[in-house]
């Protein structure tokens, strides 16, 4: 690898289904392909006794190695095992996932051999950038150390420090997080320039993901102005809503009672649910299509013809959710739809004709198909991270959520509304806080929630400390002062006094805390694990083109002596014997290891040489 002057920082998106990188080189956009040539890389892990694959080849073996191919990562990261979300998604999933008792977070169980390993979501989504990592720095021919990586815009900050975390992981150095339809905006804005004030809503529609975002955009200056969503909402619901109605139909016109989603049938499951995602995408351009699942039938026999207006049908309430928010959206911007000048849409689920119109009716315009809803949020990230002194693009974003502490009741008081304009640098915020009427106590326990529900015990801890309180003075003075600063990366830093200026040093809520110096060992762990098997991956792909090249060479021999005679029938036919077994070994074996390729091959050239002496 050569060294630049200047390297490049890329901008990746990294989807629940898909992840796209990019990078800006002399004002052009490169969208990274791929080692298969393709512009997006699924988000999937699968963990085979002897490989770590990601990517396209992952998502190839996933039906042979079901319960070690981990996909859907980003609906856990950050979140706590017991998580309703989590929890209700643990029924569709057919990898295992359990409690890691000290951080209460979900760990994946992955069976390597006759070895259990296990790893945090994190760690999968580190794995991903990793790879993304190595598809730039080969592409651009030098290390790439530093990325701008989108999140969902009402991601909250254990899921966006836990994003960034998984990036330190696979090896970035400076790492900013921004906002998915910020990112979108701005590959909108910089594509369609101008000077003239106009207020775009982007309608970002992912794989496991939808986010509406409202922005002013004026020359290269984009101020969000609203943003709302469904962090658990995409087009693998619309998937499996499919999916469960072909089963539903199939059991009707059977007069069965099977239910497909119980562990013995993972197979027929997973092969519908490819089916159903195939049928999904088909409608988006065709009117009908024919779904062949004959394998749920032991006499074979079952197909549905699917129409554009069925499926449509069974995934009204979820469109409809879509809709409404936009008005939420309007709402919180406080602006009427007539006041949007431009709509843009992002994710693979905006393709859906449906979703188009319902979008056309509601704003009784046309909607801007320019930019591609694969790349954008890719690119617009390599916008942002490749920036020059004298080309600035100016973001004024919000937060997502309010932010606030515990009061003698439980209750949340609210010290950053939802919606502040971040970063917040100098506008400090101050907030008194009275001792509960009770005997003097010398710490107060303070309690920092993110959320929007009156009760604490449903909003998301972000951190505790405590603070010191001044003994002289009467309990009904103590007052604590809290004062909460946002970075534009959504840091919050957080800093506390009592009234006589006790002052505790201010404490960052950046990092998760969540992990203990262990875990974050076997992190590091699995990382050189994950770099030590792509070494091994090159050798031994080079050792099984050595398998071919002799068992050709075997083939030649036996070829050979049809014009002469100086092997025996016998010998011929133990020849041809090894050749062929050699050939279902290659087939059988898509995950030997090093060991088995070596002995292998010295199994061959045995073969060979013994047979080479009677030529
Ligand atoms: N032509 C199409 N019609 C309908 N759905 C489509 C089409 N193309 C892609 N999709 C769906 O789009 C989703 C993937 O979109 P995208 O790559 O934008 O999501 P993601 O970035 O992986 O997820 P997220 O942004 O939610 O984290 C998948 O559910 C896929 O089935
Ligand atoms: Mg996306």
New binding site residues.
């Given amino acids: 690898m050569t060294t630049p002057r200047e390297k490049l920082v890329i901008g990746i998106?990294l989807?629940?289904?898909?992840?796209c990188v990019a990078v800006i080189r002399n004002n052009h956009t490169i969208v990274f392909p791929n080692e298969q040539g393709y512009f997006?890389t699924p988000?999937i892990v699968s963990f085979t006794k002897n490989q770590i694959l990601i990517g396209n080849a992952a998502e190839n073996i996933k039906s042979r190695n079901i319960e070690n191919t981990i996909y859907d990562s980003?609906r856990l990261i950050g979140r706590d095992y017991y998580d309703q979300i989590v929890q209700k998604d643990k029924q569709y999933w057919k990898f295992k996932i359990e409690e890691e008792p000290n951080s209460k977070r979900p760990q994946y169980i992955i069976k390597k051999g006759n070895k259990i390993d296990k790893y945090f979501p994190e760690e999968i989504s580190s794995l991903i950038l990793q790879k993304v990592k190595q598809i730039s720095s080969d592409y651009l021919g030098y290390d790439v150390e530093d990325a701008v990586i989108t999140v969902?815009a009402h991601f909250n900050n254990a899921q966006r420090t836990a994003t960034k975390e998984a990036a330190i992981n696979a090896g970035f150095n400076k790492i900013r997080i921004i906002n998915?339809p910020t990112a979108a905006a701005i590959a909108y804005g910089l594509d369609n320039f101008s000077d003239q004030e106009r207020k775009v809503l982007i309608f970002?529609f992912?794989?496991?993901?939808?986010d509406i975002s409202i922005l002013k955009i004026k020359g290269k200056k984009f101020e969000v102005l609203t943003s709302c969503g469904d962090s658990h909402l995409?087009?693998?619901d619309?998937?499996l809503r499919l999916t469960e109605n072909i089963f539903k139909q199939f059991n009707e016109e059977n007069n069965k009672q099977i239910d497909f989603f119980k562990p013995e049938y993972i197979n027929k499951f997973y092969k519908t649910r490819n089916i159903a995602?195939r049928a999904?995408?088909e409608?988006?351009?065709a009117l009908e299509t024919f779904l062949d699942i004959d394998f749920l039938n032991n006499d074979g026999n079952f197909f549905i013809n699917l129409t554009r207006g069925q499926f449509e049908g069974m995934c009204e309430d979820i469109f409809e959710k879509c809709i409404l928010l936009i008005g939420k959206a309007l709402k919180d911007a406080k602006l009427k739809k007539e006041e949007i000048n431009d709509i843009v849409l992002?994710?693979?689920?905006s393709?859906?004709p449906k979703i188009q119109n319902m979008i056309h009716n509601y704003f009784g315009k046309e909607i801007k198909k320019t930019i591609n809803?694969?790349e954008a949020?890719a690119v617009g990230a390599a916008y942002l991270g490749n920036i020059k002194d004298n080309n600035i693009i100016e973001i004024i974003d919000i937060t997502n959520y309010s932010i606030g502490i515990e009061d003698h009741e439980g209750k949340m008081q609210i010290i950053v509304p939802r919606g502040t304009l971040i970063p917040q640098k100098d506008k400090k915020t101050f907030f008194k806080f009275f001792m509960p009427k009770h005997d003097y106590i010398k710490r107060y326990n303070v309690k920092v929630y993110e959320g929007e529900n009156v009760y604490v015990k449903n909003n998301h801890l972000l951190e505790q400390f405590s603070v010191s309180v001044e003994e002289k003075k009467k309990k009904e003075e103590n007052i604590i002062k809290i004062k909460i600063e946002i970075d534009k990366d959504s840091i919050i830093k957080v800093t506390a006094m009592t009234n006589d200026i006790v002052s505790e040093p201010p404490i960052t809520i950046e990092k998760s805390k969540l992990y203990t110096e262990e875990d974050m060992k076997t992190f590091r762990s699995h990382a050189q694990e994950f770099k030590e098997k792509e070494k091994e991956k090159t050798k031994i792909i080079v050792a099984k083109e050595k398998i071919v090249s002799l068992n050709e060479e075997l083939r030649k021999s036996i070829n050979s002596n049809d014009s002469g005679s100086k092997f025996s029938r016998n010998e011929i036919q133990k020849m041809q014997n090894i050749y062929n077994k050699t050939n279902k070994w290659l087939n059988d074996n898509y995950d030997s290891s090093l060991e088995d390729c070596n002995s292998k091959i010295n199994e061959l050239l045995k073969s060979i040489n013994e047979y080479n002496k009677k030529k």
């Avoid at 992912?206 to 939808?210: S, Y």
């Fill in positions: 998106d989807g629940t289904t898909q992840t997006t988000t980003k969902p998915e970002d992912g794989g496991g993901t939808f995409g087009g693998e619309l998937t995602e999904k995408k409608l988006s351009t992002a994710g693979g689920t393709r859906i809803p694969d949020i």
